[in-house]
């Protein structure tokens, strides 16, 4: 997923400062890499604190948008927001908790690899909106 490829780059950086390479071969000792670092650590905490299935449809769409047209994604993004919107997925719980009731999330799914394959396809295709399958 998304979180394991960033902590994938964050190691890489990590071995790139202990040998004193920058990646590329050049001489470590640019900022550059430390801005990566503290972005990468920032970024994988928010991550981490996020519903399991907006990371699992969230890496999906990455992998599987890299080359659409506008038209493609902007189609898939009104699909998607139907789908969050429809209140078969953990959206309306990570609003109120986070935004209602100030307390941490209680996500449908343990984590990323929890989140079953037909429910990210669901969401992603708009099917989940229009009340098939249900919340998984």
């Not at 890489?12 to 900022?31: D, H, I, V």
């Not at 998607?80 to 996500?107: I, N, P």
């Amino acid at each position: 997923g998304i979180a394991t490829s960033l902590r994938t780059r964050r190691q890489e950086l990590a071995e790139s400062s202990r040998t004193g390479l920058a990646k590329g071969g050049a001489e470590a000792g640019g900022g550059g890499d430390q801005d990566e670092v503290a972005w990468l650590d920032g970024t994988i905490a928010l991550l981490s604190k996020g519903s399991p299935l907006s990371q699992v449809v969230t890496h999906s769409l990455l992998t599987r948008m890299r080359r659409a047209t506008l038209v493609e994604c902007l189609d898939t993004d009104r699909q998607l927001a139907a789908s969050f919107l429809s209140g078969r997925t953990d959206f309306f719980e990570g609003v109120t908790a986070a935004l209602v009731e100030k307390r941490a999330a209680r996500w449908a799914h343990a984590g990323p690899s929890d989140v079953p394959r037909a429910l990210v396809e669901a969401a992603i295709d708009g099917s989940l909106a229009r009340g098939s399958p249900s919340r998984m």
